[in-house]
């Protein structure tokens, strides 16, 4: 007797429908399953047949074929085992359960034990787009998507739990509906700001770009703590909102990274330089995330830069500039979100001393081949260029911090300027300044006369190229709403020049 169940797979974060058909045929005893399965999917039939046994299923000796449609799409990981189990278990006529509104989603161990799969929150958000009205996962995921409205959700445990539950009278475990706590989230660090002495424009420079989404280039001979100040950066980043957490959960999900949970922090991500153009786009043969997309919502942290390869500093242009990547490869596409605030740090050249009171020992051919691995157009997209001077001795040793630039109220007034924009870019798909394209950035930064005056000779004089005018528009703004202004004045216009000089 033909079953049919179904379940979905996903791509990247687009979710894809599959439907599982199990039937019987005459022929020797056999297990066949097709549909264009990858190994870890056709694997699954040892691991169904296994499973169904320890749960006390007697296996009919006959030749079972297992479908999964669509037939041209290849069908990647584990989750679909517990939705080939269940057709399996309708056929034989062991349960008698309408199904046709339900998705499965699951995989088994070989005692029947259900275990935690990838992309929960983002499959379980489909089954509602596809119209079911019931999901039934694994209860190792239930953590993760116990905060969606509008679909019934059960979470078992085994398969031999969904077997009674199937056969009995017993009322299904629905999952209750909780609201996503982000308010009891701490911060990240531990007070670093503060304890960082002196590097005051380096500190007022990062203020900045967390306050206006904007990316930053920290360059300074080694020690003199450019990787503790993007690091205590984290502390000043402000809350995520639902949606926000919702976006990050789903990613770092899919790339099972989280242990049944929502994200309730904004990510930090601060990948090796030693990292592959894959490992940092994403991609490989799952078309995972890579780290700019899991450092969505959050700070991507890259130290070292010019250590990169020049492959993969190159990839990140597209992805800073639309706030996304998209992923092509011979298994197929896919699109992830990489709307991320950038912070690199790099040596002025290898042996770091350039431009500072110990003698270099780099020749100038070798500083060129140095800094040539940041291109211009790479380098142009950076909105911030701070040097960081060595901090002086006497500084170190008098210890003396300044509760004025406490990270409570540098965080306050981050927190200030982010409602500024919030009501600014209302009605928008702009989040911060740092969003803003260019034409956005024109009517949106409103400076007085003097200020667009002085904006415009300057980058007459710097040779500023049309991204560059506007990036240095956009800091001004941000500059503006850390003041609380409603109006770019002219001084928010020269603190921002000073940020796209050489370096």
Known sequence: MLSRVFSATLIGLQPVLIEVEVDTTQGIPSFVLIGLPSKSVDEAKERVTAALTNCGIRIRSKRTVVNLAPADLQKKGSGLELAIAVGLLKMYGEIHIETDKTLFFGELSLDGQLKPIRGALTLVLSAKEFGFSRVVLPVANSEEVSFINGIEIVAISSLAEFIELSKGDKIWPKLKSKRIDLESATTNGSEQWQAILGQTQAKRALTIAIAGGHNIHLVG??????????????????PLSETEAIAATQIHSVAGLINNKIISERPFRSPHHSTSTVGLIGGGSNLLPGEISLAHT????????????????????????????????????????ANFALIAASNP?????????KPCTCTPPVRQRYTRKLSGPLLDRIDLHVRVEAVKTRTLANGILNNDNSVELVRNSILEARQLQSERLGGTNFRTNGDLDGTSARKMCLATSEGRDILTKAAERLRLSARGYFKTLKVAQTIADLEGSKIIESKHITEALQYRAEI
């Open 221 to 238: 001979p080694p020690g003199t703590g450019k990787s503790m100040l993007a690091k205590a950066a984290a502390e000043l980043q402000p």
């Open 298 to 337: 959050g700070i991507l942290f890259l130290d070292e830069l010019p250590e990169f390869s020049r492959s993969a500093l190159e990839s990140l242009r597209q992805p800073l500039e639309s706030g996304e990547v998209t992923i092509t490869r011979a298994v197929g596409t896919a699109t992830y979100p």
């Open 349 to 357: 050249c290898p042996c770091g001393f350039w431009g500072t009171h």
